[in-house]
C-alpha cells in the first residue's frame, strides 16, 4: 500500500508522520506528501520527516486547487493496489499500519474502500464550543477521507476524485456515492486515528457556508435524494432562506416607507436569528466570548449561506448527473453498505 497525505505544510503534518514512524507492523511501500501551497510558494516543504521514513517519502507538486485534486495526483504517483488516504492533522494510532493490514485482508474482491475508526478528543470539565461540536462530528461521519483506504483499481473505475468540488467538503460523499453505483463495497475497518480539534478563527463558522455551492453540485451529479443515500444530514438552508428574505424584505420596506410591512418582516427576521443563536448557544460553555461569537455569526451565517448557495447554482448550472464516466467529465453531469456524508462540515451549515 501507499500513503497519501494532500498537505499546506502546517505543523501537524510533522505529528502525523512521527506516529507513522512509530507505529507497529510493516511500513507502507511509499508515503506520497502533495504539497498543495500555491505553485508559486518556491520554498520547501516545511516538514522535518522522520529517519525510519526517509526512504519512503515522496513529495510531489500539488496545484493548489483544493484537497480532491491533491489526492488524485497522490494515488496517480503511486502505482501500489491500495492507497491510504490520511488528512495532515490526523494521529494515527500507535499499532496503526499493522491493523490496516489486517482491515485489507478482511477486503473481499469487491470491497473498494475501509474506512478507519475516528477519536475526536474533546476538553474535559466544559461543554465543547460550537466548533468543537463541529470537529467531533467526524468520530460518527462515515467514508470521509480524514483515514480512508481506497483499492487503486476502484479508483481507476470512477476517475478518482472530482475536482470541481475545491474544499474539504462533499468530495468525499461524492467519491463513495460513484463507487455504490459502480457496484463496490464500502465498509468500516478498526484501525485507529485520532482527530484533533483544530485551532481556528471566530468567523469559521461563516467561512464554512461556502460548502452549499458543493451541495449544488451533488445535486445536480446523484439527484434530489443523494442526502438520503449518503445519510447525510439536510442542513437549514431551508430556514437560512427563509430568515435572509425576512430581512431583506424588511429593509426594502423601510426604504420604501412602510414601517408596518417592514416591523413584520423584522420581527420575524430578529425571531428566526435567534432561534438560531439559541440552538448553537445551549449546548456549548455559555461562556460570554462562545455567546457573543454566536450571537454574531448567527445573523451572518444565513446570508453567506444563501450567497454561497445562489453562486453554486450558476457556477453549476451546466453540470450533468453522473453517469458512470471518469468524474468531472463532459458527460457526466454488487452494492454496498450505505455511506454518509462530512458530518461536521455540514453540522456549521445547519448551525446543530
Known amino acids: 500500500m501507499a500513503v497519501v ?3 499546506l505544510g502546517r505543523p501537524s503534518l510533522g505529528r502525523l ?4 514512524a512509530e507505529s507497529t507492523g510493516p511500513r507502507p511501500a511509499r508515503i506520497v506528501l502533495v504539497d498543495d501551497r500555491p505553485p508559486h510558494d518556491p520554498t520547501p516543504l516545511p516538514v522535518a520527516v522522520p529517519a525510519p521514513l526517509r526512504d519512503l517519502v515522496t513529495v510531489v507538486p500539488g496545484r493548489g486547487a483544493g484537497p480532491a485534486a491533491a489526492r488524485n495526483a497522490g494515488w496517480r504517483a503511486a502505482p501500489e493496489p491500495w492507497i491510504a488516504f490520511l488528512d495532515d492533522d490526523v494521529v ?5 499500519c499493522a491493523a490496516l493490514l489486517a482491515d485489507l485482508a478482511l477486503a473481499g474482491d469487491r470491497t473498494a474502500g475501509v474506512q478507519a ?9 466544559r461543554r465543547p464550543t460550537d466548533w468543537e461540536r ?12 480524514a483515514d480512508l483506504v481506497y483499492r487503486r483499481a476502484a479508483l481507476e473505475s470512477v476517475g478518482g476524485f472530482d475536482e470541481r468540488f475545491p474544499r474539504a467538503f462533499r468530495e468525499d460523499a461524492d467519491l463513495a456515492l460513484r463507487m455504490l453505483d459502480r457496484g463496490w463495497r464500502l465498509t468500516m475497518g478498526q484501525r485507529r486515528t485520532t482527530h484533533p480539534v483544530r485551532p481556528a478563527g471566530p468567523w469559521v463558522s461563516v467561512r464554512v457556508q461556502a460548502g452549499n455551492a458543493d451541495d449544488v453540485l451533488m445535486n445536480r451529479l446523484h439527484g434530489g435524494d443523494w442526502w438520503t443515500r449518503a445519510g447525510a444530514p439536510r442542513g437549514r438552508l431551508p430556514r437560512h432562506l427563509a430568515v435572509t428574505a425576512a430581512g431583506a424584505a424588511a429593509l426594502l420596506a423601510a426604504a420604501a416607507r412602510r414601517p408596518r410591512t417592514a416591523a413584520g418582516c423584522a420581527a420575524l427576521w430578529l425571531a428566526g436569528t435567534a432561534e438560531f443563536a439559541l440552538t448553537r448557544i445551549l449546548p456549548g460553555p ?12 448567527s445573523v451572518a451565517i ?3 449561506a444563501v450567497r454561497h448557495w445562489f453562486a453554486g447554482l450558476v457556477a453549476h448550472r451546466r453540470a450533468a448527473p453522473w453517469t458512470g464516466g471518469p468524474a468531472g467529465d463532459a458527460t ?8 454518509a456524508g462530512r458530518a461536521p462540515f455540514d453540522s456549521v451549515i445547519s448551525g446543530n
Open 302 to 304: 444565513p446570508p453567506a
Open 134 to 145: 463541529t470537529t467531533a462530528g467526524l468520530a460518527t461521519a462515515r467514508w470521509i477521507t
Open 5 to 7: 497525505v494532500p498537505t
Open 286 to 297: 455559555r461562556t460570554a466570548d462562545e455567546i457573543g461569537r454566536m450571537v454574531v455569526t
Open 17 to 20: 508522520l512521527a506516529a507513522l
Open 332 to 339: 457526466e453531469g454488487e452494492g454496498g453498505e450505505q455511506v
Open 92 to 96: 494515527p494510532g500507535p499499532a496503526w
Open 117 to 125: 475508526r475516528i477519536t475526536v478528543p474533546l476538553p474535559d470539565g
